[in-house]
């Protein structure tokens, strides 16, 4: 039996006459299946000791959320293809940069909260007369449609006794409680989270935390004494102290770091 190809014949450069090829190919030398002949260049190389000169200061994706002890940047990736929970143990001031922040990532925020005058003036000012942060009562949040172009973050502020919500984290929607202190509720919420954040808190309150979370005895008791702006972030395997430093717009709406409200 014979097969047939359905395929053109191959060509040989020898086939094609000077008379029958076109100018371009004539004044080109164009090689059969790989283009006209480039300009030719000296190839750019580099000695082995001279590659760390190209690395570039690129680090994780997400919000910036203040800097490390060195003055390095902490960065928190909110908006993630998977359920994540975050609980604050601290202030109303800190929580709002964060809504900002999120805000400016370009998720949507979605606040649960009992004291809606103390957002009002936050949501009016986000997004440029867009509304990017909207509010709800406590209970009442609607879902969200959360997807990968448009991401969520629900921050709950429901005071020391939160109830269970509505609308929970999953794919591209992450949810941060806000506890101005240590609850009966907290011990459960801080064994949930995917990552917790601690202000200053009393003595008694750092030594609870301090045995939920597994900490040292130095960043236990450092707790009791952080500076106003200043977190302690405990993920599932990194610790990390850092100062939330607001921009001259932030400040100017939500005035200087607090811990108390």
Same mark, same amino acid.
């Given at each position: =039996? ?8 191959? #060509? ?33 190389? %580099? ?7 190209? !690395? ?6 997400? =919000? ?35 809504? %900002? ?19 009002? !003036? ?29 991401? &969520?973050? &629900?921050?709950?502020?429901?005071? =020391? ?34 990552? #917790? ?9 750092? @030594? ?9 005895? !130095?960043?236990?008791? !450092? ?6 702006? #200043?977190? %302690? ?15 001259? @717009?932030?400040?100017? %709406? ?8």
């Amino acid at each position: =039996m014979t097969t047939s190809s359905v395929l053109p014949s191959a #060509v040989s450069p020898s086939a094609v006459s000077p008379a029958a090829a076109s100018p371009e190919v004539r004044r080109g030398r164009a090689r059969l299946g790989f283009g006209l002949l480039g300009p030719r260049r000296d190839r750019h190389a %580099l000695a082995a000791d001279q590659v760390e000169a190209l !690395a570039l200061p690129v680090g994780d994706d997400g =919000m910036v959320i203040g800097v490390d002890a060195s003055g390095r940047p902490s960065v928190l990736g909110i908006n993630r293809p998977t359920a994540y929970d975050v609980t604050l143990i601290g202030g109303l001031w800190t929580a709002q940069v964060l809504a %900002l922040r999120a805000a400016a990532t370009g998720a949507r925020v979605t606040v649960e909260t009992g004291r809606a005058p103390a957002w009002t !003036a936050l949501a009016q000012a986000a997004g440029g007369g867009q509304q990017c942060i909207a509010l709800h009562d406590v209970g009442r949040v609607p879902p969200q449609g959360a997807s990968a172009g448009s991401p &969520v973050v &629900v921050i709950r502020d429901c005071g =020391m006794r939160p109830p269970r919500g509505r609308v929970v984290s999953g794919p591209w929607q992450s949810v941060l409680t806000l506890l101005p202190y240590l609850s009966p509720v907290a011990p459960r919420l801080l064994e949930k989270s995917d990552l #917790v954040g601690v202000q200053r808190v009393s003595p008694d309150e750092a @030594a609870q935390i301090g045995r939920i979370m597994h900490l040292p005895q !130095a960043e236990t008791e !450092a707790l009791s004494t952080l500076a106003d702006g #200043v977190t %302690l972030w405990c993920g599932a395997r990194d610790r990390q102290f850092v100062m939330t430093q607001a921009t001259d @717009a932030e400040t100017g %709406l939500l005035g200087s770091a607090r811990r108390m409200d």
